[in-house]
């Protein structure tokens, strides 16, 4: 299936993952896409830092926005905030799980014994979007979380939804599948 060539999702992963996501939900969520008539693309970090990554991002959105009318970002937890701290314009954000203060949360997965190193964790220190007001982007979240707390995602003033009982982000396929659908109803509007 041919996508239309006005509307692009580019997909952000998160720390630790590549294109594809964990248990390659990016897959699942681009045949889900794709089928809509979007073109998606998947890419891999150089991870180094936030800002690189932020970086990396915006280069990316500049050379599609060259090609699509309209360009929309999907980002999965840390992805989800490297979109948030994007600095290019995009049509609409939809964030997945996103990293609220990102020095607390990789502060907490190096005392559970994460490999996270120092560069990343001093980079960290610098973004914090805990209580922020979100313009054009739509939130999923849950209560069960193990990395980021229900209060810190409902300090985020945007359009969210709270999937009840996930973890961070889904953890199997029928969980891909519903994510996926509801991401794809929310991009249909525009």
């Known amino acids: 299936m041919s996508c239309l060539k006005e509307k692009a999702v580019i997909l952000v992963h998160g720390y630790g993952y590549d294109k594809n996501e964990w248990g390659n939900f990016f897959v699942v969520l681009s045949d889900i896409l794709q089928k809509q008539g979007f073109c998606v693309y998947r890419f ?8 690189d990554e932020i970086k990396q991002l915006d280069k990316i959105i ?16 840390t992805g989800a905030l490297v979109s948030i701290l994007s600095k290019e314009s995009v049509t609409f954000k939809i964030l997945m799980f996103p990293v609220i203060n990102a020095e607390k949360t990789f502060r907490a997965l190096v005392d559970t014994k994460h490999d996270v190193s120092i560069e990343w964790l001093e980079d960290c220190k610098q973004y914090n979007i805990h209580g922020s007001k979100l313009e054009q982007c ?16 409902e300090s985020i003033v945007c359009n969210k939804l709270l999937l009840k009982s996930w973890s961070h982000g889904p953890s199997n396929k029928k969980q891909m599948n519903e994510l996926g659908e509801l991401v794809a109803s929310k991009l249909e509007s525009f």
């Open 44 to 51: 891999d970090f150089k991870q180094t830092t936030i800002t």
């Open 138 to 153: 739509f939130l999923f979240y849950s209560d069960k979380d193990e990395y980021i707390e229900k209060r810190d995602y």
């Open 62 to 77: 500049k050379k599609m926005k060259e090609k699509h009318d309209s360009v929309f970002l999907a980002g999965m937890s």
